[in-house]
């Protein structure tokens, strides 16, 4: 069959240009985070991963105890954000339209109206993809990945640039691990051959296991 | 905080010429298929929603029946092609590297050695993704996406456009949706309400529960 020549190179050119710009805007924000003392974390994961569950738990315990806020992406809907207004801590929606990653210049954007001064922890939930946010710096601290006991043990090798640019990964809904025969041995396998040394939480947002462990870690982190 | 700008129409101009090329090649791929007779069907989700595990079983059932054979689109490794290839049907594996999606191009060039007027059907699994592959037309008769109970009801309003592009919804892993809380009426009323009388098929490709109606819809479409 023929094929036409697509002009890849054309949007490579672009894309690295866009990239550039994100960097320094994302290199901006972490200097302002750093000034401000705020700590900030972003989750990504596939859609339905639990990265808003496993928010809406993370706030509601550490939302009396610290000044933690969080801002959610996704294409459509504030569903998000009114789940975890719930939690009593500031929360904020951005909306990306039909963009399927979160950027610096909409973090930047929907801070313009907050006092980072006044936040000691800041989350930023990504839009659910396991492609398109890897190569956007947002200035956080820690990037964590999430990675569903219900979505099988081979995402990290085929997803190996997102596992590769987060920090630690949490595998979640662990309360569903023996129903869907998630293969626990394998999973940490491929994460540590993705990305070797990796620190690996397993909990449910659920049932509340291993939540201890992940709230811990949060508060080591506040040093 | 400040925000350099980002050249946004730029990019859109350069996106809607990839894509314009895309068409006119899955244009030409769609009166290849209707010429050979092969009547083509794509698979779109997140990741782990089950693509594979249903074409495994698909392509077992159907397979001494039919002339069947399929491509699988991944970022990086060839599991998914190791995984069907046990159906005993022709399988091509097409990775992608770090494109969130396959295009037209892709499918033209995994299709050149293989001779379509000895095929019935041919199944495409797309990179797992919600966002990418709705804009990317692949010539194909049918698209498929899938939802997985274990992701929550509420992705057909999270990613209203995949679920645009595509003729029918199949809820996948409903073994889980009982361990998973699954609210079953709230995901049909969210799929209606992006896309008015989709069809929707349940099914669980471990138990095989719901596989008849769905194998008796394909032979439907025989004619």
Redesign the interface.
């Known amino acids: 069959?023929?094929?036409?020549e697509?002009?890849r190179p054309?949007?490579v050119e672009?894309?690295e240009?866009?990239l550039k710009?994100?960097d320094?805007?994302a290199r901006?924000?972490r200097s302002?985070f750093r000034l401000a003392g705020t700590r900030v974390i972003s989750m990504v994961s596939?859609?339905?991963a639990g990265k808003t569950s496993l928010l809406e738990r993370t706030l509601t315990i550490l939302g009396p105890l610290r000044r933690v806020a969080a801002l959610v992406g996704?294409?459509?809907?504030e569903?998000d954000a009114n789940r975890l207004q719930r939690s009593g801590v500031p929360v904020k929606q951005i909306t990306t339209g039909?963009v399927?990653h979160l950027?610096a210049?909409m973090v930047?954007?929907a801070?313009?109206d907050w006092d980072l001064d006044s936040l000691d922890v800041l989350f930023i939930e990504n839009?659910?993809?396991?492609?398109?946010p890897?190569s956007y710096d947002l200035g956080e601290d820690l990037r964590v990945v999430l990675l569903?006991a219900?979505?099988?043990e081979?995402?990290p090798?085929?997803?190996?640039?997102i596992f590769n640019t987060a920090d630690i990964a949490i595998i979640t809904?662990i309360?569903?691990a023996d129903?869907?025969?998630f293969d626990r041995n394998a999973a940490h396998r491929h994460i540590q051959a993705v990305r070797p040394g990796m620190r690996v939480f397993e909990l449910s947002s659920?049932t509340g296991a291993g939540m201890d462990a992940w709230i811990a870690y949060l508060n080591e982190g506040r040093s």
């Not at 069959?1 to 036409?4: A, G, L």
């Not at 996704?74 to 809907?77: K, M």
């Open positions: 069959m023929s094929r036409p697509i002009s054309r949007i672009v894309r240009r866009v710009q994100n320094l805007l901006e924000l302002q596939s859609p339905g996704d294409l459509a809907t569903n039909t399927c950027d210049s930047s954007a801070l313009a839009v659910g993809n396991l492609v398109c890897s569903a219900t979505e099988g081979d995402k090798l085929k997803y190996p640039t809904k309360d569903l129903a869907a025969e659920k």
